[in-house]
């Protein structure tokens, strides 16, 4: 009777979900530290009129 | 605190309409995404962000509070709890998180939406940031497709929580 009273424990699929969900967060953190990331959170004056650098003297060549 | 089966099932929906109408709204925003960036003709380009604009300002950030809020209400009135589930829980972080990145996002919509009534739209026009609301709708999409998926089929699995509190029930009422 105690062994039907106690926690079965995390199911398998919340194992896999929070495994999978894990490597795509740090994944999303590497990218966005790195630079390639999804977000691009410039202010409206960091933006080049045609393109998409910010204007620095090192994209001029 | 459990809601009556007339409330209960005007809360629920409440919820799913809001949901569905969530993913269909992302659903129409990556296509036109997709249009802006894709586009040849300059016209059609600025047009789409024009629209999303438009979309994500009145549709998609409104249905996604209602989804959220909904949600909740839903959740906290019924037996199904908040924390007692593990796919309630899923659904909640994953509802927070897309939320939480749509509102992060709306500014580059926006700024390219603002370019597009200055003047016409040229390929090379903020292309990073129209790659980057392609991939951003995207994601959304596969979030809102899980949380579907687990809203559906309602995978088994309790939190510990949700066992202790089960378990406590049981005690006081035999």
Redesign the interface.
Known sequence: MADL?R??G??R??KV?GIFALVLLLLFVVLHLTGRG????RR?GE?A?????PRSPERGH | MTMSSRVRKLALTAHVTASVGWLGAVVGFLALAIAGLTSEQCQTAGAAYLAMKLIIRFVIVPLSLASLVTGLVSSLGTAWGLFRH?WVL?KLLLTILATSLLA??T??VG?VA?LATERML?S??????RI?IV??AG?ALLVLLVNTTLGVYK???MT?YG??KQ?QQKVWQP
């Open positions: 009273e926690y079965p995390t199911p699929w919340v979900f999804l977000g691009d959170h409206p933006y009129p045609s393109g998409d650098g | 593990y899923a992060l996002h500014q580059p700024r603002r040229s090379t026009d903020l292309r990073q940031v980057q991939a951003d994601a995978p088994r699995g510990r066992w202790r378990h």
